[in-house]
């Protein structure tokens, strides 16, 4: 119970993946119109975390391998002139679970502790609208 001080910053967090993917894509061009499809597929996702609790003076470091990434990417344009295009764009891209451990950091004593197997699932889901304006050179 109690209150926290307006405009105080209790804590970070900081996601990262890295995923070499398996990819395809492709392109349908129609009179001024185009047409384009991106999918990527990775089951070798290495994600980690960093969760910083500065009012407890706490870090938690999670890292998990393995996991799998799903993305899809649909882009429709239209060419105003050979060098000038108008488009739209939706992707979707999830990175489904990847489990593995914890390491714990008090940042007081400085002390540290490690939990192995699956302490952590480190998870990610978004979707992004584009619009936009192209100019080719």
């Not at 492709?26 to 999918?39: D, K, M, P, R, T």
């Amino acid at each position: 119970m109690g209150a926290f001080e307006r405009g105080s910053n209790r804590g970070g967090y900081r996601q990262q993946f890295d995923a070499p993917y398996l990819g395809v894509t492709g392109i349908v061009c129609y009179q001024n119109f185009e047409l384009s499809a991106l999918a990527k597929y990775s089951p070798w996702v290495k994600a980690r975390d960093n969760d910083e609790h500065y009012f407890r003076q706490l870090t938690f470091r999670d890292e998990g391998n393995y996991g799998r990434y799903y993305s899809v990417l649909v882009d429709i344009g239209y060419y105003l002139t050979s060098c000038v295009k108008v488009f739209t764009a939706l992707s979707w891209n999830k990175y489904d679970e990847s489990r593995g451990g914890t390491q714990i950091i008090d940042q007081v004593s400085g002390e540290q502790g490690y939990i192995g197997g699956h302490a952590s699932g480190i998870t990610n889901e978004y979707y992004m609208v584009t619009a936009g304006l192209t100019y080719r050179f």
